[in-house]
C-alpha cells in the first residue's frame, strides 16, 4: 500500500524515542544523581544496583587482610589525549527534532505525494546530522562535564592476582567522591585499568589541601589550553599532551582499602574493583580551581554521593615500612668508618 521509504521512515521515526533515551543527559545539579536511574533504561542501575560507588570507607569496620596482593603498579611516561568530554544539549535537542521532522516528510509524502512540504522541497537530499551541524549554536549551551586524560596506547600496568591491567585513562572529581569516616577531601583523582578481558580496576587517590601536586603541575598550561577551546563548538575538546610523567602517580601505596563496587558516573555499571588509597596526598587551591575550570558550572561540583554498602565487604591492607636490613646499616657503618679515616688522613 505505501512505498517502502514510508516503512523505513516509520522504523525511523520509533526508533527516535530510543535515539532520545541514548541522549539522556545526565548533571549534578536538576537531573541529579538521585534522578539517574530515571533518564534512560541504560542508566537503571544507578538506581537499582546494589553495589554502586562511591561510598564512605569507615576506618574501623574494613577488615584488614595484609594478605592482599601489593597495588604492583608498573607505570610509564606516554603520549594522551587531555579531553573535556560533554554535550551540546541544544544540537542534540534540535538534531532529533530535524530527524523526526525529516521522517515525518518523508511519511506524508508517500501518503500525499502531491503536498507541498513547508519546510523541506527534497527531504532525500538532506542530512538531519548536517543541518543540526550547520545551525549556529550558542557556545554557552556546550555542557563540559569532565576532564580527562586519555592514554593514547595506555600508560603501563596494574598487576593483580596475576592479571594486568592497562591503564587507560585518568580523571578528576571534585570535591570527593569517596569519603573516610564521613570526611570529604577536596579533590579525587580516580586511575582507570582495563583488563584485555573487559574487567575495570580503579585506584583512587584523595588530595587535601596544601603544597601543589607534581602530577596536575605538568599539565597546567594544558588544561588551560582545554578550557580555551571550549569557546569550539565541538563536544569533545581535545589537547594533545607528549610523554605525560606518571612517576607521580605511583608513590604512597602501602595502605590501600579495597572493594567492589562500580563506575561513579551513569550508566554505573557494576563489578568495578576499587583500590582508595590511604595516603591523602596535597593539591594547592589554584590547582583545584586550574582542574575546575574548563568545566560548565553544573559540573564544577561533580561528585555523585556515597551509596550504601549493602553489606559489601572493605578489606584494608596496611604494612608498615621494612626497616633497613642489617646487612645495609653494616655497609653503612664501614662506609662511614672509611670516610672518617679518609678525612682525617
Ligand atoms: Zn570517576
Redesign the pocket.
Known amino acids: 500500500m505505501f512505498s517502502p521509504s514510508f516503512y523505513a521512515a516509520l522504523l525511523i521515526t520509533i526508533s527516535t524515542s530510543a535515539l532520545f533515551q541514548r541522549f539522556a543527559s545526565y548533571e549534578y545539579t536538576g537531573n541529579g544523581p538521585a534522578n539517574w536511574g530515571d533518564l534512560s533504561s541504560d542508566y537503571r542501575t544507578c538506581s537499582t544496583g546494589e553495589q554502586q560507588s562511591p561510598i564512605n570507607i569507615n576506618k574501623d569496620d574494613a577488615s584488614v587482610n595484609n594478605k592482599l596482593h601489593d597495588l604492583d603498579r608498573l607505570y610509564v611516561d606516554a603520549d594522551a589525549t587531555l579531553i573535556n568530554n560533554g554535550f551540546n544539549l541544544l544540537v542534540r535537542i534540535l538534531t532529533l527534532l530535524l530527524l523526526i521532522h525529516y521522517n515525518l516528510t518523508i511519511i506524508l509524502d508517500s501518503i500525499l505525494p502531491n503536498r507541498r512540504s513547508p519546510f523541506f522541497s527534497n527531504p532525500n537530499s538532506l542530512s538531519h546530522w548536517d543541518y543540526g551541524r550547520r545551525l549556529n549554536f550558542s557556545q554557552y549551551l556546550i555542557y563540559l562535564i ?1 576532564v580527562q586524560l586519555k592514554f593514547d596506547n595506555g600508560a603501563g600496568f596494574l598487576t593483580q592476582d596475576g592479571k594486568n591491567y592497562t591503564l587507560k585513562e585518568l ?3 571534585a570535591p570527593s ?1 569517596h569519603t573516610i569516616d564521613k570526611e570529604q577531601f577536596p579533590l ?1 583523582l ?1 586511575l ?1 585499568h582495563r583488563s584485555n578481558d573487559g574487567n575495570v580496576a ?1 585506584v ?1 587517590i584523595l588530595y587535601d589541601f596544601g603544597n601543589p601536586d607534581p602530577f596536575i603541575y605538568q599539565l597546567k598550561d594544558k588544561v588551560e589550553e582545554l578550557g580555551k577551546d571550549r569557546c569550539s563548538s565541538d563536544e569533545v575538546a581535545q589537547v594533545a599532551v607528549s610523554q605525560v610523567r606518571t612517576k607521580a602517580l605511583k608513590r604512597h601505596s602501602r595502605k590501600f582499602f579495597k572493594y567492589v563496587g562500580s ?3 551513569p550508566p554505573c555499571t557494576e563489578n568495578v574493583t576499587w583500590y582508595i588509597l590511604g595516603k591523602v596526598r596535597k593539591v594547592s587551591k589554584d590547582q583545584i580551581a586550574l582542574i575546575k575550570s574548563p568545566l560548565t558550572q553544573e559540573f564544577q561540583n561533580n561528585a555523585r554521593p556515597v551509596q550504601p554498602l549493602n553489606g559489601r565487604t572493605v578489606e584494608l591492607k596496611s604494612i608498615p615500612p621494612s626497616p633497613p636490613s642489617r646487612g645495609l646499616l653494616t655497609s653503612w657503618t664501614v662506609l662511614r668508618a672509611y670516610s672518617i679515616c679518609f678525612c682525617e688522613v
Open positions: 569532565c580523571h578528576w572529581h567522591e579525587e580516580h582507570v580503579v583512587a563506575r561513579t558516573t
